[in-house]
């Protein structure tokens, strides 16, 4: 059974960082698309950060560009998401998911699989 397993969440104060962390397990992630969602209340799924799993290409929504970062280890099992100068706007539950395709996609509709969500809070 697929598991991803978010952690790293948490409250900080605007301009300081965070780091997710997204563990994979009970299937083959090595031909896998994996992404990064975000969540805010009344608001839809939005899409943040993705990347293919071939390749070290990565693609970040414009309203991250340059703050964050997406990432994985060389097993591939594990997907990061670094989160630099976090605006109060960035409040959210943030969703590691995995498509069971190479390549990203930026539609949530397009991604099999889905973690349980990590709260992440900035303060102003």
């Known amino acids: 059974q697929v598991q991803l397993v978010e952690s790293g969440g948490g409250l900080v104060q605007a301009g300081g960082s965070l780091r997710l962390s997204c563990a994979a397990s009970g299937g083959t992630f090595s031909s896998s698309a994996m992404g990064w969602f975000r969540q805010a209340p009344g608001k839809e799924r939005e899409f943040v950060a993705a990347?293919?799993?071939?390749?070290?290409?990565?693609y970040t929504d414009d309203s991250v560009k340059g703050r964050f970062t997406i990432s994985r280890n060389n097993a591939k099992i594990t997907v990061y998401l670094q989160m630099n100068s976090l605006h109060p706007e960035d409040t959210a539950v943030y969703y590691c998911?995995?498509?069971?395709?190479?390549?990203?996609?930026?539609?949530?509709?397009?991604?099999?699989?889905w973690g349980q969500g990590t709260q992440v809070t900035v303060s102003s």
């Open positions: 990347m293919n799993w071939i390749g070290e290409t990565t």
């Open positions: 998911a995995a498509r069971t395709a190479r390549y990203y996609r930026r539609s949530s509709y397009e991604y099999a699989y």
